[in-house]
């Protein structure tokens, strides 16, 4: 079964927003689309900042790869004091306290390090480290929110070299900006 939701009561969900067309970036790297307000959906809830506040404060642990990490910097740091691990083989400055960088084998991450002291981990890119989790079943569970936006061309949110798996769908919410998030756990 994918992940370890199960041996250790942790869970690894992979959180990523794709363009309707499955990208996750533009070609530069770029994701300022998705501060594109759009149009409004009526029948969309909305969220408060309480509310999204609450949801936050539910995530133990982030982990993320170099690039993502970068941007992240970049946006002025939206993991607050969160414990995160940077996933990368490359050399950092330590520009933040809470910041752990990690190469190696990402299951000892998972199984080891991050199980053992974290009950919800999140997954927040980039697309490799995604795929990479979820070739090695370490994902629990998919949270993918679709911007209502065609991109063209961009940094795909998954690329071929998955195998064929079958995830259940566990929710579906609409908001008022237009994006919509599709929740699905893995098979069992």
Not at 102 to 115: F, H, I, N, T
């Amino acid at each position: 079964m994918p992940g370890n939701a199960d041996a250790t009561g942790s869970r690894v969900t992979l959180h990523v927003v794709s363009s309707l067309d499955g990208f996750i970036a533009r070609k530069d790297n770029s994701v300022s689309w998705l501060d594109d307000s759009g149009s409004v959906y009526e029948a969309g809830v909305s969220v408060s900042e309480e509310e999204a506040a609450t949801f936050v404060k539910g995530i133990d642990c982030y982990v993320l790869g170099s690039r993502t990490y970068e941007h992240a910097l970049e946006l002025g740091w939206p993991y607050g004091d969160t414990p995160t691990v940077v996933v990368t083989g490359r050399e950092w400055p330590q520009a933040r306290e809470n910041v752990e960088f990690y190469s190696g084998d990402l299951s000892r991450l998972v199984d080891e390090k991050l199980a053992p002291q974290f009950r919800n981990i999140w997954l927040v890119g980039g697309a490799m480290l995604c795929q990479r989790f979820l070739e090695l079943g370490l994902v629990d569970e998919i949270r993918l929110t679709i911007a209502p936006i065609l991109l063209g061309d961009g940094l795909r949110l998954f690329g071929g070299s998955l195998m064929e798996e079958r995830w259940d769908l566990k929710n579906v919410a609409a908001y008022k900006n237009g994006f919509v998030e599709l929740s699905y756990a893995a098979s069992s």
